[in-house]
């Protein structure tokens, strides 16, 4: 099942939760990784080894029970993905 089909399964199930996990950051995060890593065809294992870290340990962040820091998550974006990361914003100030 692809991300986008599970995510109108939750929100078809619950509406309204698309607001409360807009809102929930450690989630967000999460997504975010799980996202970056499957438009890359990633397994958690490659990802892994990019990261010098095992498998479980990735498995740990994507499911949010270990949230990463800002220096892993530039780290990962540099080295994993090729990328950056952009600065956070506060809601109200959008």
Do not use: W
């Amino acid at each position: 099942m692809k991300i986008s089909d599970l995510k109108k399964e939750i929100v078809n199930r619950n509406p309204g939760i698309e607001e409360v996990t807009k809102r929930d950051l450690p989630f967000q995060i999460c997504r975010m990784i799980v996202n970056a890593r499957l438009v890359q065809e990633m397994t958690q294992e490659k990802l892994a080894r990019i990261m010098k870290t095992k498998q479980p340990a990735i498995a740990r962040i994507e499911s949010g029970s270990g949230l990463p820091n800002l220096s892993l998550l530039d780290r990962m974006a540099k080295k994993a993905f090729n990328s950056y990361l952009i600065q956070p914003r506060f809601a109200f100030m959008e």
